[in-house]
């Protein structure tokens, strides 16, 4: 049920139970962190291999070393810097850290989320929520409280209703080896303000040569449609004689007469707000009439490089 009321969210998740919780990147499904029923039933829930590990949420910074060990600095001056927010940290783990949070890995993953209602619950609590996307696996993810009752409403007794999310994609994934910041997941913290803190970064954003970075999975994000990526729309409709399309665009109107429906991300041209709209826009061409998903592909700088990424995840490659 979709409700604003967070003595009900804290009862639930303290009966070891799930509840849907927003944040400022897309909406979690969280768990007792310390509960080991919890965190397995968020795993069944999203039908999410055990192999995929998930993200602690703590209050603040001030938990980390309740959670995570032998810390690098860089770490530190990143943490300090941007939490509350879209940086999820991974970290070596306390050996009190449930391996089944960590897909059996040494390492966790950590981040502050930055949305009053979570950091509210969090501060009730007397453990931290694991938390992934409240989707099942590699579906859109909900970045408002109705994308998750289309998903959970019969499972979830409390989705705690956090309104649209402001940042509306996924948290940058930043690690260490050794003395070099490794970023393995691409979201909405820029690569570009990262290394103004801590120099240059190397990006292992990729699948199959990174086990290690599980959320990379090619496929992910996905609408049930059939879906495609292009650089140049109206030249692909008619190249592949697509008709019936929707078409989820960047900043101008795209005209062709095989269009059915389209939804411009922003015009004014801002990819800020096009990250906060892409997932609704999604999920809303998904469930019309349309017969396929044409997405026009980003400026290929900042946030779009980002965009960009998920896109090619949630898209059928052909030309
Ligand atoms: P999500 O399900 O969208 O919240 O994403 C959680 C993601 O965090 C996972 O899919 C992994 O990519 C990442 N993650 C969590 N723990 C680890 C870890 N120990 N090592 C590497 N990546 C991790
Ligand atoms: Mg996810």
């Given at each position: 049920m979709i409700t604003k009321d967070i003595e009900k969210a804290l009862e639930v998740l303290k009966q070891g139970k799930l509840v849907a919780i927003p944040t400022e990147t897309v909406y979690g499904l969280a768990g007792n962190a310390c509960n080991e029923t919890a965190i397995t039933s968020i795993f069944a829930l999203k039908q999410r291999p055990t192999t995929n590990p998930l993200i602690v949420h703590i209050k603040?910074?001030?938990?980390l070393e309740k959670v995570s060990e032998n810390i690098p600095y860089k770490a530190y001056i990143l943490a300090e810097h941007?939490?509350?927010?879209p940086l999820t940290l991974i970290l070596p783990k306390k050996?009190?850290?449930?391996s089944l949070i960590t897909a059996g890995n040494d390492t966790v993953a950590v981040r502050v989320p930055d949305h009053p209602m979570t950091i509210e619950l969090l501060n009730k609590l007397d453990f931290p929520l694991v938390a992934p996307s409240?989707?099942?696996?590699?579906s859109i993810s909900p970045t408002s409280p109705k994308h998750v009752a289309g998903y959970f409403d019969s499972e979830l007794e409390v989705i705690l209703?956090?309104?649209?999310?402001?940042?509306?994609i996924e948290s940058t994934i930043v690690g260490f080896e050794k003395e070099e910041v490794i970023v393995y997941r691409l979201g909405s913290l820029l690569l570009d303000e990262i290394e103004t803190l801590v120099g240059p970064v190397k990006l292992k954003n990729s699948t199959s040569a990174n086990?290690?970075?599980?959320?990379?999975?090619?496929?992910?994000?996905?609408?049930?449609k059939q879906s495609y990526l292009t650089e140049n729309v109206d030249q692909f409709l008619t190249l592949n004689s697509l008709s019936n399309a929707g078409v989820i665009s960047f900043q101008s109107e795209i005209l062709s007469p095989r269009i059915s429906q389209q939804i411009v991300l922003s015009p004014k041209g801002d990819l800020k707000e096009a990250s906060r709209n892409l997932y609704k826009a999604m999920h809303q061409l998904d469930l019309s009439s349309v017969d396929c998903i044409v997405f026009e592909s980003m400026p290929k700088v900042g946030l779009g490089r980002t965009i960009n990424d998920k896109l090619n995840r949630a898209t059928t490659k052909k030309q």
């Open positions: 603040s910074i001030k938990d941007f939490w509350p927010g050996p009190e850290v449930s409240a989707n099942p696996y590699g209703d956090g309104g649209a999310c402001r940042i509306g086990p290690q970075a599980p959320g990379m999975q090619e496929k992910h994000y996905a609408p049930n």
